[in-house]
């Protein structure tokens, strides 16, 4: 099981918790949750005017093992406005755009999702069961 919690901050509403949404998938392979603006496609959706994310930023992904791995898809624009981290206890990983990494097994962790040009980012925090 992969459960993840999202909650957008900007600014003024650092630290705060409000407005947190989550979303679950089972550990079985093919599923997938996304992070993104497009509702139709993801589970977890950040607002329509955060242009620094994508329709579709972020894909969670169990492989054939039952492991979980992180995708930040390549938007229409060549160059990223947002940066992706990876943060798991004092360990954190910068994820190339376009880039997966493999989340660890019974493990938690964040990802942020930070705008390059205001103080708002995407935090989605995500705990995996062994």
């Known amino acids: 099981m992969l459960e993840l919690t999202m909650a957008t901050v900007s600014g003024a509403d650092a630290g705060a918790t409000a407005g947190m949404t989550m979303a679950e998938a089972?550990?079985?392979?093919g599923a997938a949750l996304r992070v993104g603006r497009d509702?139709?496609?993801?589970?977890?959706?950040?607002?329509?005017?955060?242009?620094?994310?994508?329709?579709?930023h972020l894909e969670f992904l169990c492989g054939p093992d039952g492991g979980w791995?992180?995708?930040?898809?390549?938007?229409?624009?060549?160059?990223p406005a947002s940066e992706v981290r990876?943060?798991?206890g004092e360990y954190a990983q910068t994820v190339p755009y376009g880039g997966v990494v493999a989340l660890p097994r019974g493990g938690s962790g964040e990802i942020i999702v930070q705008?390059?040009?205001?103080?708002?980012?995407?935090?989605?925090?995500?705990y995996h069961e062994a």
Request: glycine letters at 4%; one cysteine or more; charged letters at 20%.
């Open 26 to 29: 089972p550990s079985e392979p």
């Open 39 to 56: 509702a139709a496609v993801c589970r977890l959706v950040t607002p329509e005017d955060w242009l620094f994310v994508s329709r579709v």
């Open 69 to 79: 791995q992180l995708s930040w898809l390549r938007g229409s624009q060549a160059d």
């Open 86 to 88: 990876l943060i798991v």
């Open 115 to 126: 705008d390059r040009t205001a103080p708002r980012s995407v935090n989605v925090g995500f």
